[in-house]
């Protein structure tokens, strides 16, 4: 990247540099919204609204409501992103693999970050509120404010903000079920604990390979904090927690035998790799990586047993 293609150092208005292209500011504005997370936040919102149309909490899916549905939780977890990248911006830039995001390469200028996050996660809001139900604009708007003023500051003081930053994590599918019933059901609750205990296992394992690089940016994880020994015991009642939370589906008639099976094997495999005794990368990598294969198994063995 040339230098003519950076802000200057502490540039604070709402107009890039003249020498960007508009279309470069557009990129670059896309990218703080995180698009790829966002796109499995619509399909996670989708499965909730398919959920319960399956398990027979609505009798059909309302798709005009539901289009406004996922309209509103991409705004509001698009907004959420600009807003935690506006304000890790110097973090980002302490870090390898985020050093290259638009705020901390300085080709953006942070309030016009600022701006832009605060219209796309507000403005959520009315629509949701007025095209959907009022529960669930509020859970949204519960994520939003949970994500950017609690999850964002307090990972530079507890590494106990995983945890909270894994409620708007496993949020999408409640949203996607509530748009649907108005209200909150077990299906719905169980997944939303799937999603939400899924993400300790896997933060805790890319916390443990990135220690250093969290710990030179300021940000407090169980490794660093507590020691690997630790990490690894969490790591594991997290992993259990999850299996529990992936058998309730079958008690609440979301899963028969197919998905029973499946979920057993994928947790007993997913418990092994939280549960080997081994240190550091040796333990980490390899639960990160059963990680990306549980959930994605475990939801095609759902979406194979209702289909």
């Keep these: 990247m040339t230098s003519s293609s950076r802000v200057a150092p502490g540039a604070e208005g709402l107009a890039p540099s003249d ?3 508009a279309v470069g500011v557009v990129t670059d504005l896309v990218k703080l919204t995180k698009p790829r997370i966002t796109s499995l936040v ?13 398990t027979q909490a609505v009798a059909s899916i ?14 509001v977890v698009s907004g959420a992103n600009a807003l935690n990248m506006y304000l890790e911006r110097d973090v980002d830039s302490l870090m390898t693999r985020t050093e290259s ?17 605060l219209a796309l996660g507000f403005g959520s809001l009315p629509l949701l509120w007025f095209r959907v139900n009022a529960l669930t604009a509020a859970l949204a708007v519960a994520s939003l404010l949970g ?36 209200s909150l059901g077990g299906p719905g609750l169980a997944l939303f604990a799937v999603l939400f205990f899924w ?13 250093s690089e969290y710990t030179r940016a300021g940000i407090k994880v169980m490794p660093a904090v507590h020691g690997a020994r630790i990490t690894r015991a ?25 998905y029973l099976a499946g979920a057993s094997i994928l947790g007993g495999l997913f418990l092994f790799a939280s549960a080997r005794r081994a240190a550091g990368d040796a333990w980490a990598r390899p639960l990160f990586y059963a990680s990306l294969v549980y959930l994605p198994a475990l939801l095609a063995a759902m979406l194979i047993e209702l289909a």
């Design 147 to 182: 994500y950017v003023w609690v999850y964002t500051p307090l990972k530079r003081v507890t590494p106990w903000a995983v945890a909270v930053g894994a409620i708007p994590g496993a949020m999408p599918p409640l949203l996607g079920w509530t748009a649907a019933t108005g």
């Design 19 to 21: 020498s960007r292209s």
């Design 101 to 117: 995001r638009p705020l901390p390469a300085r080709r953006l200028p942070p309030l016009l970050a600022l701006v832009f996050g």
């Design 42 to 54: 619509v399909l996670t919102g989708l499965g909730g609204t398919w959920l319960a149309r399956r």
């Design 199 to 211: 993400q300790l296992p896997h933060f805790l394992a890319i916390a443990t390979f990135r220690e």
């Design 234 to 258: 969490y790591a594991s009642f997290f992993t259990v927690a999850l299996v529990a939370a992936s058998l309730t589906l079958v008690r609440l008639g979301v899963g028969g035998s197919l």
């Design 62 to 75: 309302d798709w005009a409501r539901t289009a406004w549905a996922m309209a509103g939780v991409v705004l």
